[in-house]
């Protein structure tokens, strides 16, 4: 076989069940629900996981978007008053 398992996760249990489930309850308790989710919605949508310092870094290094944009149509610019172009100045 060219993987193998590592030693301390073959000792976690008698068959691959009960191993993943002991590996996963290693892990249950160190982040909040929040966080679990923040991470899961950051890696869905291939967004940067981090404060808005970081995130403002890796969008210059990477040269796009790595935050989720603003939901609906982009607001309408104000057109100007046709006033203005034929005013007398």
Do not use: C
Request: no cysteine.
């Amino acid at each position: 076989m060219l993987l193998t398992h590592h030693p301390i996760y073959t000792a976690l249990g008698n068959d691959d069940e009960v191993r993943q489930a002991a590996y996963r309850e290693l892990f249950r308790d160190q982040f909040d629900p929040g966080m679990v989710d923040e991470i899961r919605t950051t890696t869905n949508g291939n967004y940067a996981l981090g404060n808005p310092q970081f995130q403002a870094q890796a969008t210059v290094a990477l040269g796009r978007r790595l935050t989720p944009g603003k939901s609906g149509q982009p607001r309408k610019r104000k057109e100007q008053e046709s006033q203005e172009f034929f005013a007398d100045g």
